[in-house]
């Protein structure tokens, strides 16, 4: 076959531009082929993936740590104009904290009475579910181009809904629970998507629903799951590194939601989950002792 | 006019991102954030100028790229080379037998040798995952001179990592089939 290229920077050029995904499909669609006849070529290719690859491994730490405090208040304190007031600047400040600490203790507050008496913060067993929906939540948030297996964005909005409905109903199926895509749209978050996801010998399937800032890019995950006879309900709270994780469950469902955002604020994500979770067909799965 | 609080938090959400691509230039853990802290204070001083239709992260890594090309010019490290100039250059480069060539290089020592014109549309594209037409956006540069740049860099890399010197360009096409 012809080489579908006049010159060897055209070829690399367009070798590149392949990997990248950026090229149009017919002229795709050619350079699959001369790339299946070409197994040099394509072992060269192979090789560029696998750079980038280690590239973007060695460059993962920098998404995972935490933000350096310095960086976050600068965000928060800068005032540009040098003439404005000490105090108007102060009285944002304050006016932002005042909000955020009501804000942590309304979820906190409906959290307690959810579920009185219960501790809010335990730890996880080893290998437990909640550590995996922490891996998976880890494993997923930093991808770009593939965060999640079904997504919802469509090109229109019967189409954003088909697919809405289409990942629920899939996902029920899968795991033998009621899944309920949750809109945490007033808390800021949309949904991006979600993914079945393999949970632990002998268990069924889990899921991992996706949800990402709107016009940001932070991202929080709800893993759902169908509990284990013993689990307990309590609602409560475990860090994983620099994820901040809320677990319970309800009405059958074990629900676990992941993120690296300050507890006040991923508690208000759980409490608006919490509110819209589907209600017990049966008297809940019950917490009791 | 104060910055909208709804501005902050969504330039609060570009951090992370920020922090690697800086991290993907420096490699000096320190020195990156210092370039991030002199995005957010110039994104916050210009907030007014940022377009809502637009991703707030190619802004804001457009804003940390300027940064950067100024500390690299005001240190004198920076010579804008016109394409060919810079192809010369490498080929330059290629035949002086430096102490590094012949052995296996590290990752982050190769991308170092690669010239800041290779290095960061591959970083911004490998990395970040821009499109090419982002990318160009970023550093105002036509996207065939993107597409060139990055497989010059792609190849270089490769080049540096197997132990060979980076291959000029001009070179047979070794196979035509």
Redesign the interface.
């Known amino acids: 076959m012809a080489a579908p290229f006049s010159t060897p920077d055209e070829r690399d050029d367009t070798l590149s531009a392949w990997l990248d995904g950026e090229l149009p499909p017919e002229r795709r669609a050619e350079v699959d082929a001369w790339l299946q006849a070409n197994p040099e070529e394509a072992a060269r290719v192979r090789l560029w993936a696998a750079d980038r690859d280690a590239l973007r491994a060695r460059l993962v730490s920098a998404l995972t740590e935490p933000v350096p405090d310095r960086l976050q208040q600068l965000v928060w304190q800068h005032a540009p104009e040098a003439a404005m007031p000490w105090w108007q600047g102060r009285g944002q400040w304050a006016a932002a904290f005042v909000i955020f600490m009501l804000g942590g203790l309304i979820g906190a507050g409906a959290a307690w009475r959810a579920q009185p008496g219960r501790a809010l913060v335990a730890q996880a067993p080893a290998g437990s579910w909640v550590q995996r929906a922490a891996l998976a939540h880890s494993v997923y948030v930093p991808e770009q181009r593939h965060p999640v297996e079904v997504a919802v964005a469509g090109k229109t909005a019967e189409e954003s809904r088909a697919q809405e409905e289409h990942l629920s109903r899939w996902l029920t199926r899968r795991l033998n629970v009621p899944v309920k895509l949750f809109d945490l749209r007033e808390q800021g978050y949309e949904l991006v998507g979600g993914r079945l996801l393999p949970d632990g010998a002998g268990a069924g399937p889990g899921a991992q629903l996706m949800y990402q800032a709107v016009g940001g890019t932070a991202r929080v995950t709800v893993y759902l799951r169908k509990p284990d006879e013993a689990a307990p309900a309590a609602f409560r709270f475990e860090r994983d590194g620099d994820v901040n994780l809320f677990y319970w469950v309800e009405a059958g469902t074990g629900y676990a939601l992941a993120g690296s955002l300050p507890r006040g604020q991923l508690l208000a994500l759980a409490e608006a989950i919490y509110r819209q979770q589907p209600a017990a067909s049966a008297p809940a799965a019950s917490p009791s002792k | ?3 909208p ?2 501005f ?10 920020l ?2 691509y800086a ?2 230039l420096l490699i000096d ?1 320190a020195a ?2 210092d370039l ?2 002199t995005a ?2 110039r994104a ?2 210009h ?1 007014h100028q940022f377009d ?1 239709q637009r991703d ?2 190619v802004w804001v890594i457009s804003i940390a790229h300027n940064a950067h090309m100024d500390t690299l010019r005001r240190s004198g490290r920076l010579t804008i080379v016109d394409p060919h100039e810079l192809q010369a250059e490498q080929d330059r480069r290629g035949s002086d037998p430096g102490a590094d060539v012949g052995l296996r290089m590290d ?2 020592a190769a ?1 170092q040798r690669l010239p800041v014109e290779q290095r960061e549309p591959l ?1 911004l ?3 970040e ?1 821009l ?2 037409a982002e990318c160009a956006e970023v550093l105002r540069i036509p996207i065939g001179t993107v ?2 740049r ?3 860099g ?2 270089a ?2 080049a540096l ?1 197997d132990g060979r010197a980076p291959t000029p ?1 001009v ?3 070794r196979r ?2």
Request: hydrophobic residues 50%; proline residues 3%.
């Open positions: 006019m104060s910055v609080t709804s902050r938090q969504q330039l609060l959400g570009t951090i992370p991102r922090r690697r991290r993907s853990a990156a954030d991030v802290q957010l204070e916050l001083s907030w809502q707030i992260l990752l982050v991308l970083l594209v490998s990395v995952e499109s090419y597409m060139s990055i497989s010059r792609r190849a890399l490769r990592l360009a070179q047979p096409l035509v089939v």
